[in-house]
């Protein structure tokens, strides 16, 4: 089983639709939450970043996080065909006890949207 | 803010030829920088973690002696990949940390190797 799962799609939406995207995990370390979108060819452009459970809300961008499911959500709202690429949770443990940032991020598959006019 | 960029955006080689990858972070001190590879249609690949000064900590799996890291200032890492051959051929990713340490990362434009 891998640590993080993400449903591939490919997710086909109107223009206007609201989006969900989803993740769970299965390792209750994880404290740290990001949603990265990557358009074809380039490098992933972080999106959306939480600490533990709660929402989080940034223009047409939604996050939640729910530890006690290890459930992680990402809502666009209008979506537009500029939102179509894409989209991966990832996310991390605390620093090591050295204080220094590990950071290594463990991703999930990656959701491919269209929207379409 | 948070600005990583690559070089080279692509290259071509010829197999058994060394190509170098460089990745800088342009506006914060990265106190550590990542390198992944991504094939069609795959998520990232974590291959190596790397900290200023320090050697590379490789994930399993990856060879150490084919993919070289180094890590000379806050602001760049390099990854040189020995005697490619086509099935090194990928995208591949660099990474970097804000030094305040965030787990955020900010990645680079990507590199798309092809090795003929």
């Known amino acids: 089983q891998k640590e993080v799962e993400q449903d591939p799609g490919p997710l086909s939406v109107p223009e206007g639709a609201i989006v969900s995207l989803n993740c769970t995990y299965s390792n209750s370390a994880f404290q740290y939450f990001m949603w990265y979108r990557q358009y074809s060819r380039k490098g992933p452009e972080l999106l959306m970043y939480t600490y533990s459970s709660g929402n989080k809300e940034d223009g047409r961008f939604t996050a939640q996080v729910d530890k006690s499911s290890k459930y992680i959500s990402l809502f666009i709202r209008d979506s537009q065909p500029s939102d179509s690429a894409t989209y991966l949770c990832?996310?991390?443990?605390?620093?090591?006890?050295?204080?220094?940032?590990?950071?290594?991020?463990?991703f999930g598959q990656g959701t491919i949207l269209t929207v379409h006019p | 803010g948070a600005v990583v960029s690559q070089h080279p955006s692509w290259v071509i080689c010829k197999s058994g030829t060394s190509v170098k990858i460089e990745c800088r972070s342009l506006d914060f001190q990265a106190t550590t920088m990542f390198w992944y590879r991504q094939f069609p249609k795959q998520s990232l690949m974590l291959m190596a973690t790397s900290n200023e000064g320090s050697k590379a900590t490789y994930e399993q799996g990856v060879e150490k002696d084919k993919f070289l890291i180094n890590h000379a200032s806050l602001t760049l890492s390099t990854l040189t990949v020995t005697s490619a051959h086509p099935e090194d051929s990928s995208f591949y990713i660099c990474s970097a940390s804000l030094l305040a340490g965030t787990e955020t990362q900010y990645f680079g434009p990507g590199t798309r190797l092809l090795v003929l």
């Open positions: 990832a996310m991390s443990r605390f620093p090591n006890a050295g204080g220094t940032s590990y950071g290594k991020l463990t």
